[in-house]
């Protein structure tokens, strides 16, 4: 089973900038697709940003769109979150998820469809 670690978090201000990478412990399985989610204390666990595996088509939520720039590096099984412009609403943890199922190019930003769940890394945006 394919392990995530999260890493990169930290305490930035207002417009900062922040890198969030994820390790996977192993070959991410062609057809799937690579996300962020982040939860904050008190409200559920929203995607913000996916990656297709075998395509590098992205999404993200209307909420990090323009400020937000995820990225694969396939050799080293690693995903990043590059993120721009912070905001104090940015605040959250954030993890990284592996799609359950083959994806036939879409990657629908639902956390039910994505599993493998690393521990997570805390971002706080101070204004």
């Not at 940003?49 to 992205?58: K, L």
């Not at 590059?82 to 956390?111: F, H, I, V, W």
């Amino acid at each position: 089973q394919v392990q995530l670690v999260e890493s990169g978090g930290g305490s930035v201000q207002t417009g900062g900038s922040l890198t969030l990478s994820c390790a996977t412990s192993g070959y991410i399985i062609s057809g799937r697709c690579m996300a962020w989610f982040r939860q904050a204390p008190g409200n559920e666990r929203e995607g913000i940003a996916a990656i297709y595996v075998d395509g590098g088509t992205t999404y993200y939520a209307d909420s990090v769109k323009g400020r937000f720039t995820i990225s694969q590096d396939n050799v080293k099984n690693m995903v990043y979150l590059q993120m721009n412009s912070l905001k104090p609403e940015d605040t959250a943890m954030y993890y990284c998820g592996l799609s359950r199922y083959r994806s036939g190019g879409a990657c629908p930003l639902r956390r039910e469809l994505f599993g493998n769940w690393g521990q997570g890394t805390q971002v706080t945006v101070s204004s």
